[in-house]
């Protein structure tokens, strides 16, 4: 009878473990997302400032697909499409700098800014929430 009692007690303390492995093993994907969005967030700072192509392609593989694994499909499509807009964004940008469209830079630069920010703290929250970040 103990050696019973000391093997369930044993096998609950197993299972604990692997839980909480499992929640630590999820933790750092999610919080390397999380840094990512944040990180994008702050690339809207200056007056003129925008992300380039090679910071939105960043943003699509460090941020964008990996957050398909590791979020709830809502958030990671919410996340997608931040990806797609900032593109299309940043095409017309770079169109109106090249000479390659009438339209002036600042109608996408101000519409990029004022969309991503806007997104971007709407969602911050609730990645953070999702993640479970602080409670590691």
């Given at each position: 009878?103990?050696?019973?009692?000391?093997?369930?007690?044993?096998?609950?303390?197993?299972?604990?473990?692997?839980?909480?492995?499992?929640?630590?093993?999820?933790?750092?994907?999610?919080?390397?997302?999380?840094?990512?969005?944040?990180?994008?967030?702050?690339?809207?700072?200056?007056?003129?400032?925008?992300?380039?192509?090679?910071?939105?392609?960043?943003?699509?593989?460090?941020?964008?697909?990996?957050?398909?694994?590791?979020?709830?499909?809502?958030?990671?499509?919410?996340?997608?499409?931040?990806?797609?807009?900032s593109f299309a964004l940043y095409k017309r940008i770079d169109d109106a700098e090249s000479g390659r469209s009438q339209e002036s830079k600042w109608?996408?630069?101000?519409?990029?800014?004022?969309?991503?920010?806007?997104?971007?703290?709407?969602?911050?929250?609730?990645?953070?929430?999702?993640?479970?970040?602080?409670?590691?």
């Amino acid at each position: 009878m103990v050696a019973s009692v000391a093997s369930a007690f044993y096998a609950k303390r197993a299972v604990d473990q692997a839980a909480w492995s499992n929640r630590v093993n999820l933790h750092e994907p999610r919080k390397h997302i999380y840094e990512g969005l944040v990180l994008y967030r702050h690339l809207f700072g200056d007056y003129d400032l925008h992300p380039t192509d090679e910071e939105i392609q960043d943003f699509y593989v460090k941020v964008a697909m990996p957050a398909r694994l590791y979020f709830p499909a809502e958030i990671a499509d919410e996340i997608y499409d931040i990806y797609k807009s900032s593109f299309a964004l940043y095409k017309r940008i770079d169109d109106a700098e090249s000479g390659r469209s009438q339209e002036s830079k600042w109608e996408p630069i101000n519409q990029f800014k004022a969309q991503s920010i806007s997104r971007l703290e709407k969602l911050i929250p609730r990645v953070i929430a999702v993640a479970e970040l602080g409670n590691t």
